[in-house]
């Protein structure tokens, strides 16, 4: 099992910044690509970003690429999302998830993922 908690949500103006962090605990946190994924109100759960396990893959969704940046420190066992730039379209409940792949492997679909944390809400006004 992989225990997976968010932080860093919260209310933010357009054009603000905030940084999710997401603590990861129990099997080894290298051993799992780490994606960010957001769902909107009324809108399907969305990919985001995601990072090899080493953090030398990254992928984006094209929404986000030149605003969020995605990293993880594995000594630390914690991924985070810096997102710069936001829209009131990117308000949502943003969940980090963990995935069981090879390294360099960067996957975008959910269902790849094993693990998944409770999400924190991030709100972006106009």
Same mark, same amino acid.
């Given at each position: 099992q992989v225990q997976? +908690?968010?932080s860093g949500g919260g209310l933010v103006q357009a054009g603000g910044s905030l940084r999710l962090s997401c603590a990861a605990s129990g099997r080894t946190f290298s051993n799992y690509a780490m994606g960010w994924f957001r769902r909107?109100?009324?809108?399907?759960?969305? @990919? +985001?970003a995601a990072a090899s396990r080493s953090g030398g893959e990254t &992928?984006?969704?094209y929404s986000?690429?030149?605003? @969020? &940046?995605i990293s993880r420190d594995n000594a630390k066992n914690t991924v985070y999302l810096q997102m710069n730039s936001l829209k009131p379209d990117d308000t949502a409940v943003y969940y980090?998830?963990?995935?069981?792949v090879p390294d360099s492997v960067v996957p975008g679909t959910p269902s790849i993922y094993n693990y998944w944390g409770q999400g924190t809400q +991030?709100?972006?006004s106009s």
């Amino acid at each position: 099992q992989v225990q997976l +908690v968010e932080s860093g949500g919260g209310l933010v103006q357009a054009g603000g910044s905030l940084r999710l962090s997401c603590a990861a605990s129990g099997r080894t946190f290298s051993n799992y690509a780490m994606g960010w994924f957001r769902r909107a109100p009324g809108k399907e759960r969305e @990919f +985001v970003a995601a990072a090899s396990r080493s953090g030398g893959e990254t &992928s984006y969704v094209y929404s986000v690429k030149g605003r @969020f &940046s995605i990293s993880r420190d594995n000594a630390k066992n914690t991924v985070y999302l810096q997102m710069n730039s936001l829209k009131p379209d990117d308000t949502a409940v943003y969940y980090c998830a963990a995935a069981p792949v090879p390294d360099s492997v960067v996957p975008g679909t959910p269902s790849i993922y094993n693990y998944w944390g409770q999400g924190t809400q +991030v709100t972006v006004s106009s």
